[in-house]
């Protein structure tokens, strides 16, 4: 978030990670980061 706000970009608005009963490390790290920046999550499922 800080290059796009130093190099005056878009910031992103929504990351779509994989996320599943099986496959739940996006609560770890990245679910809080979207939290704290306003990031929209799309989960991607298959």
Same mark, same amino acid.
């Given at each position: 978030m800080?290059?796009?706000d130093?190099? =005056?970009l878009e910031r992103f $608005?929504?990351?779509?990670p994989l996320y599943n009963i099986v496959n739940r490390d996006p609560e770890v790290?990245?679910?809080p980061m979207c939290q704290a920046f306003g990031? =929209? $999550?799309a989960?991607?499922?298959?």
């Open positions: 800080w290059l796009a130093r190099r =005056g $608005v929504c990351v779509q790290e990245l679910f990031v =929209g $999550v989960a991607y499922s298959p």
